[in-house]
């Protein structure tokens, strides 16, 4: 056998290799994600970034196959960290058909595109709070959601504390009587400890965030006094800065709330506080309930509850909204999704708040 004989024959074997690699890829692909959901992060400047990747990466029922950022460190970053492909544009995960579902991390002005996007590509999506930078593009994201009939919820971890739902539960059976007020309280120190000077400095300006403190808190919990107590009427406010630690980006906020049943809510919200030790409260005729120091505490004579000790046992906890999200992508039934009309009426909801401190007066809902 001659050298060119030899050297033919080697080529054969590895070219015919290589033909049998590349079309047992896709099986062998198929087989990794077998019974999983492949996921892609579109966008990963948001603070909560850290905690949603390290969910994914460690959960046991998620591949994540790619991330991409117009930031190209960020991509770098969280790819390594992922053992993710880092893409240069998010056309190449809209377009991959093995990526089923999405999460948005994005600065909430590009939550528009990504969205609609997501949406015309068919998938299903994670979208951290706020939904949008005004009504009209929430509106427009949570039609175009509907449409796609996609999954979708976002990152309203509130509704998942035990407490929470103690009080939403007692409401809806009428065990509080008339409800004649409620507040709500969401507050911590991050301006006064600079969290917002480097890596997450956009979050404190509203030109890309859509609100400052006021917003990126209470919009958490005006989804709970919207989830419990229903639609509202219309709402007034006072936001303002307060050291401008972020220049004339409000570091506080209080904002009096007409709902529609009649209640009268408050909500108080920022990043100058040392504390915030009354985080929830509802009063009724017939019971009271507050959330004290992380511990919930109920009156009603009715029940036996004399709101002196704190309530310690409760229901199991459900699961994380990002675990909520990839359960009903894999089909379980009845996941207690954020539904996108929800989401849309908080931004709408915040949207008049923060009109209603402009101008000095009261504003009506949308």
Not at 190 to 219: C, N, Q
């Amino acid at each position: 056998m001659n050298l060119d004989t030899t050297l033919n024959r080697k080529q054969f074997i590895a070219t015919s290799s290589a033909a049998l690699l590349a079309a047992s890829l896709p099986n062998l692909l198929r087989a990794e994600t077998a019974g999983k959901v492949v996921v892609g992060f579109v966008g990963l400047a948001h603070i909560h970034t850290p905690s949603y990747t390290k969910n994914l990466k460690n959960h046991s029922d998620v591949i994540v196959k790619a991330v991409y950022d117009h930031d190209k460190d960020r991509t770098k970053k969280y790819a390594t960290m992922l053992g993710a492909t880092a893409v240069e544009s998010a056309d190449a995960i809209w377009s991959d058909p093995q990526i089923t579902a999405v999460v948005i991390l994005s600065e909430t002005n590009l939550h528009h595109d990504l969205v609609l996007q997501g949406a015309q590509a068919g998938k299903h999506m994670f979208v951290e709070k706020p939904l949008g930078i005004n009504t009209r593009e929430s509106l427009e994201m949570a039609a175009a959601i509907d449409k796609a009939g996609v999954h979708f919820t976002t990152g309203y971890f509130n509704r998942v504390d035990p407490k929470h739902i103690f009080i939403k539960n007692e409401v809806a059976k009428g065990n509080f009587g008339t409800i004649t007020r409620a507040r709500a309280s969401n507050c911590h120190s991050g301006s006064l400890g600079h969290w917002f000077d480097k890596e997450y400095r956009w979050m404190a300006d509203p030109s890309i965030a859509g609100v400052g403190a006021f917003g990126d808190l209470g919009t958490h919990k005006l989804d709970i006094l919207m989830w419990i107590l229903g639609e509202i009427d219309s709402v007034s406010a006072v936001i303002k800065p307060v050291v401008h630690n972020y220049g004339d980006c409000d570091e506080t906020g209080e904002a009096l709330i007409k709902f529609k049943s009649g209640v009268i809510g408050t909500l108080a919200a920022g990043w100058v506080d040392v504390d915030d030790p009354v985080g929830f409260l509802v009063s009724g005729t017939e019971a009271h309930a507050v959330i004290f120091n992380g511990n919930l505490y109920y009156k009603n004579k009715k029940q036996g509850f004399d709101g002196k000790k704190p309530i310690l046992q409760f229901p199991k906890t459900p699961e994380s909204p990002i675990n909520q999200f990839i359960a009903a992508v894999r089909g379980s039934k009845d996941q207690p999704l954020v539904q996108p009309h929800e989401a849309a009426a908080r931004v709408s909801a915040m949207e008049a708040i923060y009109t209603a401190s402009q101008a000095n007066t009261w504003v009506n809902v949308v």
